[in-house]
């Protein structure tokens, strides 16, 4: 008996392999798209832009995710520089749950076109917080300890999704933008948007039944190829043939 025309194992394993792969990426691809966050450049401050040039007055990447298990909103973003640097630094995620106008167009200098929002989350470096509801006039100080601020650069600051009351839009729906700025009350002391002139959907957080079933399917995946591994690829079972 020829036993190379019996190497099924030989010619199907790279195609399960592809298959596999394909498969499992296809899995993750999902949550990938889901938990990327938004990328700034370095050094893109704003011509309009009047304090100092300091990294901390620079984003590098940001994040707003919805888990809607705990009902919860995570705010976070890496800066380009150790926060607390640059004086009076304030950290602010403008969001639009539905009734968000570019509110810096009529500022003057005329700044931040397609940032749209109808409530600001306002970050301290003392690690306290304060939202601001435009549309419900409701302002909500939040005390120390309310933001982690970890490896010096990096801000973390979860919050009840119901400190965030609809104004039109569902709530896996919202839009946001983050701007670092050296005080309150003029557009010259914003230093950055991210993303820039735009806004951008918050993140998703997979739901713990999503989770179990993708990890349910990638076992199932794995045991079918280790069973067909095992089954076509036997010497034994050939020379007994
Ligand atoms: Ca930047
Ligand atoms: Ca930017």
Redesign the pocket.
């Known amino acids: 008996m020829n036993l190379c025309a019996l190497e099924p194992a030989a010619a199907t394993t790279p195609v399960s392999r592809r298959l596999l792969l394909s498969l499992v990426a296809g899995l993750l691809l999902p949550l990938q798209a889901l938990a990327i966050p938004v990328t ?5 401050f704003l011509a309009t832009y009047a304090g100092p040039q300091n990294g901390d007055m ?3 990447n940001a994040d707003v995710s919805y888990n809607q298990a705990s009902d919860a909103f995570r705010f976070s973003a890496t800066l ?1 520089g150790a926060i607390g640097a640059t004086d009076g630094a304030l950290y602010v995620y403008g969001l639009d749950r539905g009734q968000g106008t570019e509110r810096f167009l009529d500022g003057d200098p005329s700044i931040g076109a397609g940032v749209v929002f109808d409530m600001v989350v306002v970050v301290r470096p003392d690690t306290t917080a304060v939202i601001n509801d435009f549309i419900n006039n409701q302002v909500t100080q939040l005390s120390a300890g309310t933001v982690q601020i970890l490896n010096d650069s990096f801000i973390s600051v979860a919050l009840d999704a119901d400190l965030f009351p609809s104004t039109g839009f569902d709530t896996s729906d919202y839009t946001w933008n983050l701007w670092p700025r050296q005080g309150l009350g003029n557009n010259v002391q914003i230093s ?1 948007f ?1 993303p820039d002139a735009s806004n951008v959907g918050v993140s998703q957080v997979p739901v713990p039944s999503t989770l179990a079933l993708l990890g349910i399917a990638g076992l199932g995946l794995l045991r079918r190829r280790r069973n067909t591994a095992v089954d076509l690829g036997s010497p034994r079972r050939f020379a007994a043939a």
């Open positions: 700034d450049p370095a050094g893109d620079d984003v590098l380009d950055d991210a």
